[in-house]
């Protein structure tokens, strides 16, 4: 959980991998260049790495909890789809996985007949863990446990102001200490067979401009009309489906929708948590008993990290952990704030916002943020008027 580099975003960290066994025996058992065993070597050298560095939410279970994953299909019956939705509302995610079919990590890229996807579009909301599945992918094939048929699987983040500045194929399939002669080879290998033997994945779609959604490198290797036998896994929030389901309307697609942990899982993650504290991992289970409503939200994978790095918090402090959702989101906004105050030695004054469209009954103080300091409240305040400003005049800020 939480966000993570991609292998071309990662690529200034790691020094570039020297000729190996394994690179020499992929360049002498397959017509592909050393270049390209060299530069598959590096990617899953990257895979391979603990994704996550120190910061908050913490990486709370050390063990990967699968993800349920299921086949999102155009003409699924409206009114098993209409039960299907109802069930997530209510995070029933069992429900859900008996009605459509599941997909598993070695299922990736397979249509049912048994013929492989040119696109697989991966999608599901805000934090329900489609970087963390898109790298698992990478780490899975770097272990050599899936997609066999590929020389090389490529993250791509999209949020990389490197990735998003990408013009060309050369842009994409690169790392920075890569001698100029082998990226040369390897890019020759993969534009004179068309991607074939490879694997773009470009996690977060919805991250990037309108303008790169629909015009650029990205929108043409979609579309297939450049690098035609590559196959392409694109992970996207639902607001740029329509975008994506344009460009994938002429190629052989999979679509796959995360919908996060089912109840089995949700344990398996808080007893990966609280591994080593037996006494509080039964007082969390026994307040999840008592408190269905957050429970209910730990569906989610970032919602689950957030409540038992909350409950782990809160008890230190032996302090009451939350009771309703409302205080869920209050002592997560307060560890953030104080979390921002401890890594600013000198925070920036903030500036007073022009009173043009005042918020309504604002208080002066929130009781529940403690001992946050005044002026953080304040910049706080600021970003609250832009928010409610933006809501009124209904745009994007």
């Known amino acids: 959980l939480g966000r ?44 391979k790495v603990k994704p996550c560095g120190e910061q908050w939410l913490p990486v709370v279970s050390k063990r990967y909890i699968n993800l349920s994953t299921i086949e999102s299909i155009e003409d699924f019956p409206k009114e098993k789809e209409v039960t299907c939705t109802l069930a997530m509302i209510h995070s029933k995610i069992e429900e859900v996985k008996k009605l459509k079919r599941t997909i598993t990590i070695d299922q990736v890229g397979l249509l049912g007949d048994g013929e492989r996807a040119r696109c697989i579009i991966v999608e599901g909301i805000p934090g329900i863990g489609k970087s963390t599945f898109s790298w698992h992918l990478g780490v899975c094939w770097a272990q050599k446990k899936i997609l066999h048929d590929y020389h090389l699987v490529v993250l791509l983040r999209s949020r990389d102001e490197r990735v998003q500045k990408a013009k060309e194929e050369s842009d994409l399939f690169c790392y920075k200490e890569q001698p100029k002669q082998e990226h040369e080879a390897v890019m020759e290998w993969i534009i004179s067979n068309k991607g074939d033997g490879v694997m773009m994945v470009l996690d977060g779609y919805d991250e990037l401009s309108q303008d790169l959604q629909t015009s650029s490198i990205f929108a043409d290797i979609i579309r297939g009309k450049v690098l035609p036998k590559m196959t392409v896994l694109v992970s996207s929030r639902p607001s740029a489906n329509q975008n994506l389901k344009q460009l994938c309307q002429d190629q052989k697609c999979q679509y796959i929708e995360v919908i996060g942990f089912d109840k089995e899982e949700i344990q398996k993650y808080v007893d990966g948590a609280l591994e080593h504290n037996k006494e509080l991992r039964d007082e969390l289970n026994s307040y999840l008993e008592l408190h269905p409503h957050i429970h209910g939200l730990m569906y989610c994978p970032l919602n689950c990290a957030i409540i038992v790095q909350i409950f782990r918090d809160e008890m230190k402090k032996r302090s009451q952990p939350p009771q309703t959702l409302t205080e869920v989101y209050q002592v997560l906004i307060k560890t953030v704030l104080k979390r921002h105050e401890h890594k600013s030695v000198e925070p920036p004054v903030a500036k007073k916002p022009k009173r043009t469209n005042p918020i309504p009954n604002k208080p002066s103080r929130f009781p529940w943020l403690g001992d946050v300091s005044d002026q953080t409240i304040s910049q706080l305040l600021v970003l609250a008027k832009l928010a409610y400003d933006g809501t009124n005049e209904d745009r994007l800020i």
Not at 21 to 38: E, F, Q
């Open 4 to 47: 993570k580099e991609g292998a071309h975003a990662c690529s200034s960290h790691n020094p570039p991998p020297a000729a190996t066994p394994l690179a020499a025996r992929i360049a002498s058992t397959t017509d592909v260049p050393l270049g390209v065993g060299k530069y598959a070597e590096y990617l899953m050298s990257v895979y």
